[in-house]
């Protein structure tokens, strides 16, 4: 199993296993050990699941506005945190492939694969929702059919993505793609760099 199938594998069986309670604030175990990729990865989607489902929660109209304003400071959080474990990701791949040569010709890609790999746990949890809607008895057939061929979409979209990470792994283990890790450096969570936090001081 190359490595995106690997992804595909772990992100689908998280999202099975978000689902088993629905809840946001459940206690998960991660089932790999803290020294491996998966482990990472797991993390990664689990983060994913929990964000999806917060932004779900915080469109409600009715939701108390200080409760909101809870949720959303949370989402900030877990977005510095699928973030920081992208970085991991890379991190992680700039190891691997540390001993590599790239060949004179060599590219860079338009995005590392950490981030490619990234758009792959959100499309696990696209594709379970949608599925969802797909079966659903109070739906209208309109409904489930627009849903439906959304699914058929999403599903390509993950198989080409897979393909597509595939083969920029491969290239950057022969040489003839490079990688770079470029750190996020997300200002409005800095409070050395968001004037509305550092204006605070004064």
């Known amino acids: ?11 689908w069986n998280t999202v099975q296993l978000y689902h088993q309670t629905d809840d946001v604030d ?5 089932p790999y050990d803290e020294s491996t990729v998966e ?4 993390a990664k989607n689990w983060i994913d699941a929990v964000q999806w489902h917060l932004e779900d929660i915080i469109r409600d109209p009715a939701i108390d506005p200080v409760k909101a304003l809870e949720i959303k400071r949370r989402i900030d959080r877990s977005n510095q945190e699928r973030t920081d474990m ?3 990701l890379d991190t992680y791949f700039l190891n691997e492939y ?8 060599a590219t860079i890609n338009t995005e590392s694969p950490a981030w490619a790999i990234d758009r792959l746990s959100i499309l696990a949890l696209k594709i379970y929702h949608m599925d969802m809607e797909v079966r659903r008895r109070d739906a209208s057939p309109a409904h489930v059919e627009k849903c439906r061929e959304k ?14 990470i595939t083969q920029l792994l491969d290239d950057i283990a022969a040489g003839r793609k490079y990688m770079k890790v470029y750190r996020q450096m997300k200002m409005y969570n ?8 550092y204006g605070s001081k004064k």
């Open 151 to 164: 699914l058929r979409i999403l599903l390509l979209q993950r198989q080409d993505l897979t393909m597509a």
């Open 98 to 105: 540390s001993g590599v040569n790239p060949l004179p010709e």
């Open 26 to 30: 459940a206690e998960v175990i991660n």
């Open 86 to 88: 992208v970085e991991e």
């Open 190 to 197: 800095d409070p050395a760099t968001n004037p509305v936090l």
């Open 1 to 11: 199993m190359d490595f995106a199938e690997k992804c595909n594998r772990i992100f």
């Open 39 to 42: 482990h990472t990865l797991f």
